[in-house]
């Protein structure tokens, strides 16, 4: 079965950090491009972060370029997403997923097959 689990999310002040892991289990991460995405409740869908299958491109949202960073540990099989100088409009439900019929997904949802069930990550005072 294949799956993926995102965990790191919580409650964090402004300008506090967190860091977001995706588990995979029945398959290996580094043969797929992985994205970050969020949902904001009554907003749509958006990407976040995205690397690709071999590790030599990463993209990001303008809006956490800088604050963000992903980046994928083969020997564990997960991807993390570091996020510092968090912001209120950062809360959101944060969805990991995996792209196996491409080497690049970008920020195209129809892309990634598979999806975590997502963590919710809340920044407020």
């Known amino acids: 079965q294949l799956q993926l689990v995102e965990s790191g999310g919580g409650l964090v002040q402004p300008g506090g950090s967190l860091r977001l892991s995706c588990a995979a289990s029945g398959f290996t991460l580094d043969a797929y491009a992985i994205g970050w995405f969020r949902q904001a409740p009554g907003k749509e869908r958006e990407g976040v972060s995205c690397i690709s299958k071999s590790d030599d491109i990463t993209h990001y949202a303008d809006s956490v370029k800088g604050r963000f960073t992903i980046s994928r540990d083969n020997a564990k099989n997960t991807v993390y997403l570091q996020m510092n100088s968090l912001k209120p409009e950062d809360t959101a439900i944060y969805y990991c997923?995996?792209?196996?019929?491409?080497?690049?997904?970008?920020?195209?949802?129809?892309?990634?097959?598979?999806w975590g069930q997502g963590t919710q990550v809340t920044v407020s005072s």
């Open positions: 997923a995996a792209a196996p019929r491409t080497g690049w997904g970008g920020f195209i949802a129809a892309l990634y097959e598979y």
